[in-house]
């Protein structure tokens, strides 16, 4: 321990006096030790100690050798060879080689470890929903012999080939409209649809169940770096983005979370040197306990008012996002959104801004078309917006919000790169077709006011719009007038279309363009 101390005051004493005589001559010199005494696991020490070093032998020998792409073996020689020559730089003799050696036996033995569950056994565990997310974690638990049993709204064969796997390997059911009303478990997984205020999961943690999901044991777990990305808004795109923009400089990246792809049982396969980015509902951040290294809140409107008791439950769900971040985690704010004062100053990080309304001192923010990257002031060209293919300037914050999350991890010429070569996320200003010289555009996913406008401003002229569905008791007063302007001939169907008919025609903007 003394011999660790020692190496750590040494090593970091240097590096920090390197980072202040920089920024005295005005280079930004990134942080080098992060509290690498407060990590759970050699691999997360090692991803905190001595940060320049790991990511050059990463980057000049590690992925050279292989990385993790040659299979486990060659994986674990590569560790190996890897620490052998971190222990070597630390120093000229064996006791630094077998210092670095040591960390790498460790490294390879958590790196062998299987996912933790066998704790689980002999706990009855109640699985609240057997959708696409929860149907790995049912698997998962059953190979490890835990008691488990499902609860859905369907009957039996509506579960399909799913349900009959779960089955054969010993899973128990609960089924039908019922299905919430007997919840006698010690841990119980939810599915994201059924929030934990429900009356039901209530009585359970009132009784002494254990409340968690597939994707709070996902974070619990997961042995590489987290990018966790949520918001009203954007959020499918700017984790895209960023998973991309990671992607096209190398790195292995394991997207999923509300994006659709469960995660769970892929945390064998998961390397410490990987990247997860997740797309987080504020159902599944609902009472959600994660600490991901980089966290971001793409904006907040009011969405999912059908779900959520009222507005602030759902602000609180996103807050969870940070809430159990570590002092070294980054919180991405969106800068002139009107709630990032109450995140920032509740972050228990650092905080980092993306901004289109101006210049920030730390953070990435778009002025006259050029985007650029600032630290503590100093700013220095990206790229310009229009080297960006999807349109719309919601998707140029969701950039910045991306160049956030891997600043320091790719080069900006691969920024470049993929600006102009990714074209986009399906159902989001989406191009279908062009027909008599119409051309149609799919923007689905603009399911809330805010979503509808941003795309609506991202057409240089008047369109004609086809809107209406599903009531999540949204205001839709703020529509209006966007529609009034950027709107030719409005097409409304389905339960929402009276309400958006009304907010239209008695609104100002519609009355005044009715007097012209």
């Known amino acids: ?30 942080v080098n ?59 000229a003799s064996w006791t630094f080689v077998l210092w670095g050696l040591w960390h790498g036996l460790f490294s390879v033995l958590e790196d062998c470890g299987a996912i933790p569950v066998d704790k689980l056994k002999g706990k009855r565990i109640g699985v609240i929903g057997f959708g696409v997310s929860n149907q790995p974690l049912v698997r998962v638990l059953l190979r490890s012999g835990c008691d488990v049993t499902v609860c859905d709204r369907r009957e039996r064969a509506q579960l399909g080939a799913a349900g009959d796997e779960a089955a054969a390997q010993g899973a128990k059911f609960v089924l039908g409209t019922d299905y919430l009303e007997h919840l006698n478990f010690d841990v119980i997984f939810r599915t994201p649809g059924v929030l934990p205020i429900v009356p039901q999961l209530r009585k359970a943690a009132q009784n002494g169940a254990i409340l968690t999901s597939e994707m709070e044991a996902f974070c619990n777990l997961c042995p590489c770096r987290i990018i966790a990305i949520t918001g009203s808004d954007g959020k499918t795109t ?20 509300n994006i659709g792809t469960p995660l769970f049982d892929r945390i064998p396969d998961i390397r410490p040197e990987d990247f997860a980015v997740l797309e987080l509902s504020s159902f599944q951040l609902h009472s959600m306990h994660c600490a991901p290294d980089v966290a971001i809140i793409t904006n907040i409107s009011p969405n999912h008012l059908d779900v959520h008791p009222d507005f602030e439950d759902y602000v609180s769900a996103k807050c969870s996002i940070y809430r159990g971040q570590r002092p070294d985690g980054c919180l991405v704010l969106n ?121 609506l401003r991202a057409f240089p002229h008047k369109v004609v719009l086809i809107a209406g569905g599903y009531d999540k008791h949204i205001p839709f007063a ?31 903007a519609y009355e005044t363009a009715a007097e012209r």
Not at 19 to 30: D, E, H, R, T, V
Not at 63 to 74: E, M
Not at 479 to 498: N, R
């Open 1 to 30: 321990v003394a011999y660790s101390m020692e190496l750590y005051f040494d090593f970091a004493g240097y590096s920090m006096m390197a980072i202040g005589l920089g920024k005295m001559l005005g280079f930004q010199i990134p």
């Open 33 to 91: 030790f992060r509290f690498p005494y407060i990590s759970k696991s050699v691999t997360e020490f090692w991803r905190r100690w001595h940060i320049s070093l790991s990511g050059w032998f990463r980057d000049y020998l590690y992925i050279p050798l292989g990385g993790n792409r040659k299979g486990k073996a060659r994986t674990w020689l590569n560790r190996f060879l890897v620490f052998f020559a971190t222990g070597l730089w630390h120093g």
């Open 238 to 257: 700017t984790s895209t983005i960023t998973a991309e923009l990671l992607r096209a400089q190398g790195y292995t990246v394991h997207l999923g979370g």
């Open 335 to 455: 800068a002139k959104d009107a709630h990032t004062p109450r995140f920032a100053a509740e972050a228990p990080g650092h905080v980092r801004y993306f901004s289109s309304i101006g210049p920030v001192e730390n953070g990435v923010y778009c002025a006259d078309g050029v985007i650029y990257r600032a630290h503590d002031g100093k700013a220095e060209k990206i790229l310009d917006a229009a080297e960006i293919r999807i349109p719309g300037a919601h998707n140029v914050e969701n950039y910045m919000a991306a160049l956030l999350a891997v600043d320091g991890l790719v080069r900006d010429e691969t920024v470049r790169r993929v600006a102009r070569e990714f074209a986009g996320v399906e159902h989001r200003i989406e191009f279908v077709r062009e027909l008599h010289g119409v051309r149609y555009y799919n923007d689905s996913i603009a399911t809330s006011p805010t979503r509808t406008i941003a795309g």
């Open 478 to 508: 703020p529509l209006a007038p966007e529609v009034v302007e950027h709107v030719k001939t409005l097409i409304l169907c389905g339960a929402t279309a009276d309400a958006i008919e009304r907010a239209v025609v008695e609104s100002e």
